[in-house]
């Protein structure tokens, strides 16, 4: 895989692949633009080398497809220059503008889905987008476990690098995947246990402890059949491969227990064991929280994924952040995070800096610790 300081630009139009899918408010506007800054150092080093650059991504909140618009504009305050919006990602109008653009300039195109051939990995399409350009460039890790014409179709086509943040993305998980310092400690959270089985089952090769949040945890005990009376939301084949006799793997013990629709002001802190009919679990409890971070002080490696509770409710975020602390105070360990809620709370409790790496992959991330070959990654091989 080359990468992209190994690449000769000067004077060339390169098409970098970005994912710019960043949080929308309901009011339309940018909640935050991680992902977008994350970006900078690649277009910036292109516009060094005298590159005419063309950018490209996809942007949707919920089932909805928006414009791409409102990123060139960010774009622009960001790099400080003129962004070039382009309406639309195909066709002869699209290469006429691009054609014009002189070294050194940037382009913004139209969001790649409003064409159904994009994620149909459709080869025509590609072609098409690449006709636009002479050099490709994958900055887009978090969009690398898909096969889409942008991330796999392409790079058939041009002479193709991966991006700056691509090849950190890499290394930094890598580094954790193959060669972690021990103590090896993994924290996981979250509430979809589907996206995760496969992970925590390849990760618990290597890793010393793997730490459970609230509702991650029950899921995992309730298809387990060990907490009585509830049956499990969604069966996951993956999940009886976790050995829970393990003395690596660590459930919570106890956790704040409130109605399932949160009525009437009520919540407890219990064990888990005794959690009723009615009740779901939002957060970790105080003994959890307390033998979480006799593990997280002596570690040397720690991962970091999703939160331990219902962080956006004030009254659940108490144990996510309790352990975000220890794992901040815990200053001679090696420690990433990653995925999109993992990202918010980190950045409402203001811990980035706490990290050595912070991904901007949620199911590329997993894939990837889950020893799956991403088809983006293999594309540029």
Do not use: W
């Not at 700056?164 to 890598?174: I, R, Y």
Request: proline share 4%.
């Amino acid at each position: 895989m080359l990468t992209l300081k190994q690449g000769d630009f000067k004077n060339k139009t390169t098409l970098v692949r970005c994912d710019f899918n960043v949080g929308i408010d309901d009011k339309g506007a940018i909640a935050e633009d991680f992902r977008i800054r994350q970006a900078m150092p690649a277009i910036r080093y292109l516009q060094e080398q005298q590159a005419v650059i063309v950018l490209m991504s996809h942007l949707e909140k919920g089932e909805n497809l928006l414009s791409l618009k409102i990123v060139g504009e960010r774009l622009e305050k960001l790099l400080g220059v003129p962004v070039k919006f382009i309406n639309d990602c195909v066709g002869s109008s699209v290469a006429g503008q691009i054609k014009r653009l002189k070294p050194g300039q940037v382009a913004l195109l139209e969001n790649l889905r409003f064409h159904k051939e994009e994620k149909a990995n459709d080869d025509n399409f590609a072609k098409s987008l690449a006709s636009l350009g002479q050099i490709y460039v994958n900055e887009a890790f978090s969009c690398s476990h898909r096969a889409h014409a942008s991330i796999v179709g392409v790079p058939k086509y041009l002479p193709h690098y991966a991006g700056l943040l691509l090849e950190a993305e890499v290394a930094n998980l890598s580094k954790i995947l193959k060669n972690p310092q021990h103590p090896f400690v993994v924290i996981i959270g979250g509430s979809k246990v589907s996206t995760k089985a496969r992970t925590v089952v390849n990760i618990a090769r290597i890793a010393d402890h793997i730490l459970f949040g609230s509702k991650i945890g029950e899921m995992i005990l309730a298809q387990k059949q060990i907490l009585m009376g509830r049956p499990p939301q969604e069966k996951d084949a993956a999940i009886e491969q976790i050995d829970l006799t393990s003395p690596k793997i660590h459930l919570p013990v106890d956790g704040i227990m409130a109605l399932a629709d949160l009525s009437e002001g009520y919540s407890r802190k219990a064990a888990i064991g005794s959690m009723r009919g009615e009740e779901e679990i939002y957060d970790i409890g105080p003994e959890t929280v307390k033998f979480f971070k006799e593990i997280i002080k002596d570690a040397k490696t720690i991962f970091f994924n999703g939160p331990l509770g219902m962080f956006e409710n004030k009254e659940f975020i108490i144990g996510t952040r309790e352990v975000l602390d220890a794992v901040s105070k815990n200053h001679g360990a090696y420690k990433v995070a990653g995925g999109g809620e993992t990202l918010e709370v980190i950045n409402e409790l203001g811990m980035q800096n706490n990290f050595d790496f912070l991904s901007t992959g949620g199911g590329a991330m997993l894939e990837f610790l889950a020893g799956v070959e991403l088809p983006g990654i293999a594309a540029l091989g």
